[in-house]
């Protein structure tokens, strides 16, 4: 009977534990947040100039989860704007952005991405795409799928001129194209 009662226990304290940690990690991916560069003031003594930190800030409570739309960058599912500019961000996207069906206007502007995702031709609401100032090395051509687009910003990147030709021919006729 001791014995029983100890096993008993064990198992009590082992649910516990599994039903703690997984409790605590459903509240950390349900909360949304977005990364911000902090600078600290410059370091009299030393001279030198501190680097930004990168510090987590939690938005608005989550409406239907998040989604992660680069490595350690998640946003609410019902997000309109999706501001990552100047970041110094490199890659791509996740695919999974193309969850984010609410989407209006995407600025990406300033930062080292070499490629977007595929999938964001499937954001249907998307009015607005800054990509300047980027080295992309190409262009996906389901962004012609974006047939709500209004404004397509392509200045100081490195697209390929038959990609966006290709492009174009999809976007509605008053889609504005910006480019250098």
């Avoid at 909360?31 to 902090?38: D, I, N, P």
């Avoid at 996740?94 to 954001?123: C, H, Y």
Wanted: hydrophobic content about 35%; proline content about 4%.
């Amino acid at each position: 009977m001791y014995i029983l009662g100890i096993i008993l226990l064990l198992t009590g304290v082992v649910i516990g534990v599994w039903w703690t940690s997984s409790t605590s990690e459903e509240t950390v991916t349900n909360e949304e947040s977005t990364l911000s560069v902090q600078s600290e003031a410059v370091d009299e003594e030393s001279g030198s100039e501190p680097q930004p930190q990168l510090e987590q800030k939690p938005l608005l409570p989550s409406l239907g989860g998040s989604i992660e739309v680069y490595n350690g960058i998640s946003v609410a599912k019902n997000t309109q704007v999706l501001d990552l500019s100047g970041r110094g961000l490199e890659g791509s996207l996740k695919a999974e952005v193309r969850q984010l069906t609410e989407l209006r206007e995407i600025d990406i502007s300033n930062n080292n991405f070499s490629g977007l995702p595929a999938e964001i031709g499937q954001l249907s609401k998307l009015r607005k795409l800054n990509l300047s100032n980027n080295p992309f090395t190409g262009l996906p051509y389901e962004l012609g799928n974006l047939k709500n687009l209004e404004v397509l910003d392509l200045r100081g990147t490195q697209y390929a001129k038959q990609d966006l030709a290709v492009i174009q021919k999809s976007l509605p006729a008053s889609t504005v194209v910006i480019t250098d």
